[in-house]
């Protein structure tokens, strides 16, 4: 019997990277993603990712004081050094902030900081409930119980999928919490943020923004400016409605948050920062400071025009309100069950047709805004999704339409 003369090892290899080009192929070049959660990086992104600083560590002097003023614990670091300190200008300039970390490794390690530097154990936090679209996190089962929090929730007006401002201002005076935390995974509309700063104020509270969702369209300026509008503590993830590699980034104005915040990294949630993602998110925030503007407003033309394209089709809920003024739409779960279906087996149906959603009725435009795609090409993803539901397949066609744009704002 003959037996193989390739080494185990190098036919494991051969099969990992089989597995990731199939990916590569599949997803990055033949599938219309529409999951809000998500986007596409640019090559000059992708690059810097796997770059020789995937490898490499950096202590900066900002946090090694302690050891007799030695700039670094590390040697060889002056071009990490330099690039994160770059990153973190233009973070600064976008975010209008006075301090800003590229430093989080996502936005959930960048909601523990923010937790960590302005709470201590017993505090009361509130937070927009996920019963009501907010992040499951910020939930007693969670990241409050590991910090020894309570959290209430944010009273919030279903109807116009915003927050209840009279009964939330009312609440958060009564509570008296130690931090508001405005922001949701289902994040459809800007908050007035005025009457809650107000509120906040007048309660002792700070009043934070996990703008995960909605960074790049923060870092745009098309939806609203969280900490030019009251906002102590802006964190959020680096890759969702912004561009950029997976990760986190906090940003603030008050010195003291921030002197606690450089408390809570090195030896305590934070360690090796991975330098190439940050080399990576540096270029992600130089390509926003460009483009941005423009990218932005296309994410959100677009959601309202795949919303109203879907009418008569896969109905998206407040099209009184204009559906969106996001990145997302949120499919009307009722309809959908009058057909039949649940999220996930509508999910399972455009999988097979090379559309991708997520599972829970969301929809997202930013992805497909990214690669340069607008209203005609909404009216052809709705037409698309209609063939699903009527039992057709329509693979070839997404295929060739995502075939025919390649990424933009780079």
């Given amino acids: 019997m003959r037996t193989s003369t390739v080494p185990t090892t190098d036919r494991m290899v051969s099969e990992f990277s089989k597995l990731v080009f199939r990916h590569d192929a599949w997803r990055g070049r033949r599938c219309i993603n529409l999951q809000p959660s998500e986007n596409i990086l640019s090559p000059a992104v992708r690059k810097l990712l796997s770059t020789d600083m995937a490898s490499r560590y950096t202590l900066p002097s900002n946090e090694f004081i302690s050891n007799g003023g030695a700039p670094n614990s590390y040697g060889g670091t002056r071009y990490m050094d330099e690039v994160e300190r770059k990153g973190e200008e233009i973070a600064r300039e976008l975010f209008s902030a006075e301090y800003v970390s590229l430093r989080p490794l996502s936005g959930h390690i960048a909601s523990l900081l923010m937790l960590a530097s302005v709470c201590r154990k017993g505090d009361t936090i509130m937070a927009v409930s996920s019963a009501d679209g907010g992040y499951d996190g910020y939930g007693q089962p969670y990241v409050p119980d590991m910090l020894s ?15 209840d401002i009279e009964r939330a201002t009312s609440e958060i005076n009564r509570i008296k919490p130690r931090l508001v935390i405005l922001g949701q995974s289902f994040f459809l509309f800007p908050y007035g943020m005025k009457a809650v700063r107000d509120a906040c104020s007048d309660a002792g509270a700070l009043l ?12 745009g300026g098309q939806f609203q400016r969280p900490l030019e509008e009251g906002a102590d503590v802006l964190i959020g993830s680096t890759h969702k409605s912004f561009p950029g590699p997976q990760g986190g980034i906090f940003a603030t104005n008050n010195d003291e948050i921030w002197k606690a915040f ?14 190439n993602r940050i080399a990576a998110l540096s270029q992600a925030l130089l390509e926003m400071k460009r483009f941005g503007r423009q ?37 009307d779960g009722e309809e959908l069950r009058s057909r039949g279906l649940s999220f996930h087996t509508l999910s399972s149906k455009l999988e097979a047709n090379d559309i991708i959603i997520d599972t829970t009725g969301r929809l997202g435009t930013a992805e497909v805004s990214r690669l340069g795609m607008g209203q005609r090409e909404m009216r052809e993803i709705a037409s698309f999704i209609n063939e699903v ?3 057709k397949t329509v693979r070839d066609k997404a295929n060739k339409l995502r075939r025919s744009f390649n990424i933009m704002y780079v």
């Fill in 295 to 331: 990218y932005a407003q296309r994410v959100i033309n677009n959601a309202r025009s795949l919303g109203d394209f879907l009418e008569d089709v896969l109905p998206c809920r407040y099209r009184q309100l204009g559906y969106s003024r996001s990145h997302q739409l949120l499919i």
């Fill in 262 to 275: 450089l408390k809570n990294t090195t030896w305590r949630l934070i360690d090796n920062a991975h330098w």
């Fill in 208 to 219: 934070g923004y996990d703008g995960s969702h909605v960074l790049g369209l923060i870092a």
């Fill in 389 to 391: 539901l009527q039992g």
């Fill in 149 to 163: 929090l309570r959290s209430e929730p944010i009273p919030f007006d279903r109807e116009n999928f915003n927050l």
